[in-house]
């Protein structure tokens, strides 16, 4: 669809569908819903919702393909407590035989509103101090319309004295009657414009009784903020460095893609161990939560350190810009994936590079992480049959799942892939213009088109992209992306890494960032790191999680699930291990291993001799360094008070 964006307000395509509204609904009066989250401590929601009908048949739904999710993961299976009622006559229903999302209902004569009480069991983003609520866990709306051209005006009760933070924009206090569910001790109900069923399921709400709403960068229009809820009061007031790094990131993503796509901006961010970890883009907010104590100090930052500039950058390439396919009009429908690669690949990259940029990284962390990811690629066997294209086609089957021969089956790898493929393109256009151009000029075609505007969804294809790279630089692009995403590629594409001036080595002993992380967790929390030595994912325990498809433990017939009770007669410990890891380097001896695996017991025999290894960037010397260049700040940098790490992890051992 080269010269063919689809602006979605004109988009013809919506014009057919509104021959497919049912005529109870041909009326412009709000959905009027109240969120209930008094009961929040006791894991429950609740919802009244009032909808305007006319008489006859009616079907009502909920949400199924949840936007940034990519999978359908509406929660009507949590869903509870549905009683619709018309003038204080309760009303039957039915749930849909096919479609089980669906409610059907028949609308008496000389009714106008269909009332809907629905009850929400919430299992996660929740503890007994904060609750998130991700609207389609109460949502209900006349099925079969485009979601954009429903009205519905929201409005939410939380528990007496707990802080809100979101972007829906509050028009007061209102005395709007909410029956008897839930706690005692509710506060006054808060009123939200009206806004439609898109928009709302795009506008989170974090509540919290230990909360924090910082303004940041006063300088920047329109208004940007982050509002923190966490379990122990003194997480929330965010450590004065941690603010001044995300005043940077305002600016720096101001600064690089050259406009906003929203009205106003909220960062809403859960600190709790017990809420879970979350990291859901939404057009004007994003729902981040991280473990209690992650952003408490660097080296807990470090595991997060790209997650808030993943979810900002966001906004632009994902919200704004949305792949054609991957947008529907209606959440019935399935999300297709196939241009993940760009809107999460891409966001990957311009996540980790602005995170460098603001300092919630050091360059030195940008590049040590980048030779995590590129050694995991590269190290990955599910490529010798699965392009990368196919992680993104098959996404909404590859999140998460049983981590054994996860290797080999490969995951949403589209995300790091598309972080090479995006270097690889940048440095490209690096060489090609000898500096003089690089992928920011793109970016401020492709996701500052039309300048500042709302938060609207204009559509996207691979023949866009490729006309916008050809504006910055003529090449086959086509070729370009053909080579790299469709195709069978045995080996991670290094190539950006390269022309930025470094190469993907091993060494024998892990990078300072990977020390961190391995002692301070976040999300890459794991045990010993031989993987790239046995080819072993394994726990502290001696767990095997996953073995490297053709690596040494592979040969040795090892397999997920089997736990390793002894290394060279000493009873399993991560330095036992280590230890036989070292003295195989030069040996012929083989490492013997004792293993259980289900109710038996057996020995095993690994024939490896080359030593720990630990993958790091190494830099070529007499090389332009791009790498560096492309993670320098744009804007003046606020630096970061003196509060920064207590914890010196510094580079003995
Ligand atoms: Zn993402």
Request: charged fraction near 25%.
């Amino acid at each position: 669809m080269l010269n063919h964006r689809c602006f979605l307000t004109i988009c013809a395509g919506l014009i057919s569908l509104s021959a497919l509204i049912p005529t109870a609904f041909a009326q412009k009066t709000p959905i009027r819903i109240v969120a209930d989250l008094s009961d929040a401590p006791r894991k429950l929601y609740h919802a009244e919702v009032d909808l305007p009908v006319t008489q006859g048949p009616v079907t009502l739904t909920t949400p199924k393909w949840i936007p940034g999710n990519h999978r359908p993961t509406g929660p009507v299976d949590e869903i509870t407590g549905v009683v619709f009622t018309a003038d204080g006559q309760t009303l039957p229903w039915r749930r849909d035989d096919s479609d089980l999302y669906q409610f059907h209902v028949s609308v008496p004569k000389g009714v106008t509103t269909l009332h809907a009480h629905l009850d929400c069991i919430v299992t996660e983003r929740i503890s007994q101090k904060m609750a998130v609520l991700e609207w389609e866990k109460l949502l209900l709306y006349p099925a079969n319309i485009p979601v954009r051209e429903i009205p519905i005006q929201p409005s939410l009760i939380v528990p007496a004295g707990w802080g809100i933070g979101t972007a829906l924009t509050p028009i007061g206090s209102g005395t709007y009657p909410v029956p008897a569910a839930g706690a005692a001790g509710k506060s006054a109900v808060t009123d939200f414009a009206v806004t439609n069923v898109e928009q709302l399921e795009d506008s989170p709400i974090i509540s919290g009784q230990y909360f924090h709403e910082f303004p940041l960068a006063p300088d920047v229009t329109p208004k940007h903020y982050i509002d923190v809820v966490s379990d122990s009061p003194e997480d929330s007031n965010l450590r004065p460095s941690v603010l001044a790094e995300l005043n940077n990131l305002v600016r720096e993503a101001s600064t690089e893609y050259a406009s906003h796509h929203y009205h106003v901006y909220h960062f809403l961010l859960t600190l709790s161990d017990v809420a879970g970890g979350e990291g859901l883009e939404h057009g004007q907010s994003s729902d981040n939560g991280v473990e209690e104590k992650g952003f408490a100090d660097d080296s807990h930052q470090l595991g997060e350190s790209d997650l808030l500039s993943h979810e900002f950058t966001h906004s632009w390439n994902g919200k704004y810009r949305r792949p054609f396919n991957l947008y529907q009009d209606d959440f019935a429908k399935m999300q297709q994936g196939s241009l993940l690669w760009v809107y999460e690949g891409m966001t990957q990259y311009l996540g980790n590079v602005l995170a460098a940029r603001s300092g919630l990284k050091n360059q030195e962390q940008y590049r040590d992480l980048l030779a995590l990811s590129a050694a995991q690629l590269d190290n990955k066997s599910g490529r010798d049959w699965r392009p990368t294209e196919d992680t993104a086609i098959a996404a909404s089957i590859l999140r998460g799942g049983n981590p054994a021969w996860s290797n080999w089956r490969r995951g949403q790898d589209y995300y790091q892939e598309g972080e090479l493929f995006w270097l690889d393109a940048d440095t490209l256009i690096r060489k090609l213009t000898d500096n003089k151009k690089s992928l920011d000029d793109f970016l401020k075609v492709f996701l500052g088109l039309g300048g500042d505007t709302g938060p609207e969804i204009v559509t996207y294809n691979r023949e866009e992209l490729i006309k916008d790279l050809n504006a910055v630089v003529p090449y086959d692009w086509a070729k370009f992306m053909h080579e790299r995403i469709d195709l069978i590629n045995t080996r991670a594409d290094v190539a950006g890494i390269e022309r930025g001036g470094y190469r993907l080595v091993y060494r024998d002993k892990p990078t300072k960032s990977e020390r961190t992380l391995a002692s301070e967790g976040g999300r890459r929390r794991g045990g010993l790191d031989c993987w790239y030595s046995i080819g072993l994912a394994i726990s502290g325990e001696g767990q095997i999680y996953d073995v490297r498809w053709n690596g040494p433990s592979d040969k040795a017939q090892l397999a997920p699930g089997y736990k390793i009770i002894a290394v060279n007669g000493h009873i399993f410990s991560p330095d036992a291990l280590k230890e036989a890891i070292k003295a195989a380097k030069g040996s012929t001896d083989p490492i013997h291993l004792i293993v259980q695996a289900d109710t038996f017991v057996s020995s095993f025999s690994i024939d490896y001799h080359d030593g720990e290894r630990y993958p790091a960037l190494e830099r070529i010397d007499g090389t332009p360094a791009y790498l560096d260049d492309i993670t320098t700040a744009r804007t003046k940098t606020e630096k970061a008070p003196a509060d920064k790490s207590k914890k010196d992890d510094s580079d003995e051992n």
